[in-house]
């Protein structure tokens, strides 16, 4: 197997840094919970909104643990490559793979620049998991587009020192003011790592109707000054350049898969509309994707991608579409004012909404966060695409 990977590493990501439970059993199951668990440990969310505060912890579940960690991506994706690696991958640094080399709908290889030369030469492949993240210019090239009509998520983040770096909560302001008090769109975030920083950052969705007209910059900025004093931070002192990116959600790119190839992660618009999460996912549907090119390679017999779709449809196919009208929903700010102002009356209804946002409903053992789900997918079904 071989890995092109454009950048050399370490290298940064644009990302929150956060682990939620879903992430951290499959790194686990990779076998690298021994390296994660030395970094900063945390055991669910603090909510902030219209004055109330509240402590959610992960609800306890049969498959995945009560907590997350808090990871750098530059630490935690080299991490990931290196057990690659290790497990006999042929990692090529500075590699991009710039197009696909097609034979009618048949992808036979794809060409390669080597940043480190500026050659640029051919790679002959059986089969082809992409996985170049949101923009995924590759994808496009074998035919891949996201739906235009659904929301996708804008987020902006930077690092500050906090000397409340090691809380044991990651926090999310539903209801983000400026420092004047002043509403503004989205929510925010602030995660610590336990190193003496903090990661901060604000989200929002493209249904908010005048998201075009949006300065994610000034967001970011508004919401340092505007910050619980508990984090200590100083807006003008930033430890990086806030950067920022858009994510394609709830499996909103398609094809999926081709005759030889499947596209996976962000790449596949694989993130959940309800927070933003797209780490999980990727390693999620990454792993589906390696079973079946595994198969597919001893069984000498590609069809076995054929599946690939349907295996995804069956395992997000209702959540994502109740994600997506939830993400229409909050487009329209005095309606998820309303909603967080009367949730944030109940513990027992923030755990409910956590359960469900984060994907962390038990099947076996449903109570009431997983049959209020469910009705929510039953009606979500009506509801044309």
Same mark, same amino acid.
């Given at each position: 197997?071989v890995?092109?990977?454009r950048?050399r590493f370490?290298?940064?990501?644009?990302?929150?840094d956060g682990?939620t439970?879903?992430a951290?059993?499959?790194?686990?199951?990779?076998?690298l $919970?021994?390296?994660?668990g030395?970094?900063h440990r945390?055991?669910?969310?603090r909510a902030?909104?219209?004055g109330?505060?509240r402590e959610?912890?992960w609800?306890d579940h049969p498959?995945?643990?009560?907590h997350g960690?808090v990871?750098?991506r530059?630490?935690?994706?080299?991490?990931?490559l290196?057990?690659a690696?290790? *497990?006999?991958a042929l990692?090529?640094?500075?590699a991009?793979?710039?197009?696909p080399l097609?034979a009618?709908? %048949?992808?036979r $290889?794809?060409?390669?620049?080597?940043h480190n030369?500026?050659e640029?030469? !051919?790679?002959?492949t059986g089969y082809l998991v992409?996985a !170049?993240g949101?923009n995924s210019?590759?994808?496009? /090239?074998?035919?891949c587009?996201r &739906?235009?009509?659904?929301?996708?998520?804008?987020a902006i983040?930077t690092? @500050? &020192?906090?000397?409340?770096? !090691?809380?044991?909560?990651?926090e999310? *302001?539903?209801?983000?003011r400026?420092?004047?008090g002043?509403?503004?769109?989205?929510y925010?975030?602030i995660f610590p790592l336990?190193?003496g920083?903090?990661?901060?950052?604000?989200g929002l969705?493209?249904? @908010?109707?005048d998201w075009?007209?949006?300065?994610?910059s000034h967001?970011?900025?508004e919401w340092?000054?505007?910050?619980?004093?508990r984090?200590? %931070?100083?807006?003008a002192?930033p430890l990086?350049p806030?950067?920022?990116?858009r994510?394609?959600?709830a $499996?909103s790119v398609?094809?999926k898969?081709?005759?030889? @190839?499947?596209i996976?992660?962000? /790449? *596949?618009?694989?993130v959940?509309p309800f927070?933003g999460?797209?780490?999980?996912? *990727?390693?999620?549907?990454?792993?589906?994707a390696?079973e079946?090119?595994?198969e597919?390679?001893?069984?000498?017999?590609g069809?076995?991608l054929a599946?690939y779709?349907e295996l995804?449809e069956?395992?997000?196919?209702?959540?994502?579409k109740?994600?997506?009208?939830f993400?229409y929903?909050?487009?329209r700010?005095?309606?998820?004012?309303?909603?967080v102002? @009367?949730?944030?009356?109940s513990?027992?209804?923030?755990?409910w909404?956590?359960?469900i946002m984060a994907?962390?409903m038990?099947e076996?053992?449903p109570?009431a966060?997983?049959?209020?789900?469910?009705?929510a997918?039953k /009606? /979500?079904w009506?509801?044309?695409?």
């Amino acid at each position: 197997m071989v890995v092109l990977e454009r950048k050399r590493f370490p290298r940064d990501k644009t990302c929150g840094d956060g682990l939620t439970p879903r992430a951290v059993k499959q790194l686990v199951d990779m076998g690298l $919970g021994a390296e994660i668990g030395s970094y900063h440990r945390f055991g669910g969310l603090r909510a902030v909104a219209h004055g109330h505060t509240r402590e959610l912890p992960w609800p306890d579940h049969p498959i995945y643990p009560s907590h997350g960690y808090v990871v750098r991506r530059s630490t935690l994706d080299a991490a990931v490559l290196e057990h690659a690696r290790r *497990a006999g991958a042929l990692v090529w640094h500075g590699a991009e793979a710039t197009e696909p080399l097609l034979a009618g709908s %048949l992808c036979r $290889g794809v060409r390669v620049l080597d940043h480190n030369s500026g050659e640029r030469s !051919d790679l002959e492949t059986g089969y082809l998991v992409v996985a !170049d993240g949101a923009n995924s210019r590759f994808g496009r /090239a074998l035919g891949c587009r996201r &739906e235009r009509s659904w929301p996708q998520g804008m987020a902006i983040r930077t690092y @500050f &020192e906090s000397p409340n770096h !090691d809380d044991p909560w990651i926090e999310s *302001a539903l209801d983000v003011r400026d420092r004047n008090g002043a509403t503004l769109p989205g929510y925010g975030w602030i995660f610590p790592l336990g190193d003496g920083t903090v990661n901060v950052g604000i989200g929002l969705l493209t249904s @908010f109707k005048d998201w075009r007209n949006v300065n994610t910059s000034h967001l970011m900025e508004e919401w340092a000054y505007a910050a619980p004093d508990r984090w200590g %931070l100083d807006p003008a002192a930033p430890l990086a350049p806030p950067v920022g990116g858009r994510l394609p959600m709830a $499996g909103s790119v398609n094809p999926k898969a081709g005759p030889n @190839f499947l596209i996976v992660g962000d /790449a *596949a618009g694989s993130v959940n509309p309800f927070n933003g999460e797209g780490i999980d996912y *990727a390693y999620e549907t990454g792993r589906l994707a390696a079973e079946l090119v595994a198969e597919a390679v001893i069984c000498e017999d590609g069809l076995a991608l054929a599946r690939y779709p349907e295996l995804l449809e069956s395992s997000y196919g209702a959540y994502f579409k109740v994600a997506r009208l939830f993400a229409y929903a909050i487009g329209r700010p005095r309606l998820i004012s309303r909603l967080v102002q @009367f949730g944030m009356q109940s513990q027992t209804l923030m755990e409910w909404a956590l359960r469900i946002m984060a994907n962390l409903m038990n099947e076996d053992d449903p109570g009431a966060a997983e049959y209020i789900y469910k009705t929510a997918a039953k /009606a /979500a079904w009506l509801w044309p695409d």
